[in-house]
């Protein structure tokens, strides 16, 4: 087989047959996602290089490769969720360093994918002072922020607790949970956040369900106070 080649395109959420060539298309349109079986690390590698910058991601499980498009939903849940992290740090003094979605990856695990957001927080003193992580050999971020308010075809968060991500703040659209990756190398549900002992995923879901009825600017202003008063 050659390197690039891939298998045959299956697509979610599945429908019935369309007798036209169209089908893909307009599936993918649909989902907002596309799943490739067989792919090789090398075109995963290629792929993420190529839409470096773009509003498409790439999750990546041994073999399997999902496309993701990315919602204004989502992009606005995880910018919103961003700016309290931050806000957050400043607040009690604890020294993050951001990036972003920065793409975690593996090769010898065979996975890999882009963050919706991510920290180094214990980490912070490796990359505080301008230093790039680099995915195949550094630590992975302290902290990751997942938005989860559309369907994925592959499981992220196994992917994650691999790569052996200690945090994750998970956000729904209704509901923020806070995990941390245990010894046997699951995740399991905290009240209170690893990274920022002290802060419950209650504190910070209500500012989160303000979203709607004001905007982020007054969100953020109301959570710094309420930030400024639990210190």
């Known amino acids: ?11 979610a959420p599945r429908k019935r047959a369309r007798p036209d060539a169209s089908r893909a298309e307009w599936d993918v349109c649909q989902a907002q996602s596309l799943l490739l079986s067989n792919v ?5 590698s290629t792929l993420v290089k190529l839409f470096d910058g773009t509003n498409v991601c790439f999750n990546y499980d041994q073999g399997e490769l999902e496309i993701v498009t990315k919602s204004n939903e989502h992009e606005g849940g995880k910018k919103l969720l961003a700016r309290l992290v931050e806000q957050l740090a400043l607040e009690w003094d604890v020294p993050i360093a951001g990036f972003g979605e920065a793409t975690l990856k593996r090769k ?14 214990k980490n912070e003193p490796l990359f505080g002072h301008g230093k790039l992580p680099d995915p195949e050999r550094d630590p992975p971020p302290d902290l990751m922020i997942e938005i989860e308010v559309s369907r994925r075809l592959l499981d992220r968060k196994r992917i994650l607790a691999a790569l052996g991500v200690p945090e994750l703040w998970c956000f729904d659209g209704r509901e923020l949970r806070f995990l941390v990756l245990n010894k046997s190398g699951q995740y399991e549900e905290h009240e209170e956040s690893l990274n920022f002992p002290g802060l419950k995923s209650a504190d910070l879901e209500q500012f989160l369900l303000m ?9 953020v202003l109301e959570f710094r106070y309420w930030a400024r008063t639990r210190r």
Do not use: F
């Open 1 to 11: 087989m050659n390197e690039t080649a891939v298998a045959p395109v299956s697509v």
């Open 40 to 44: 090789t690390w090398r075109m995963y």
């Open 108 to 121: 010898k695990l065979k996975r890999g994918l882009e963050s919706d957001e991510c920290y180094y927080v």
């Open 211 to 219: 979203q709607g009825q004001k905007g982020q600017h007054e969100i």
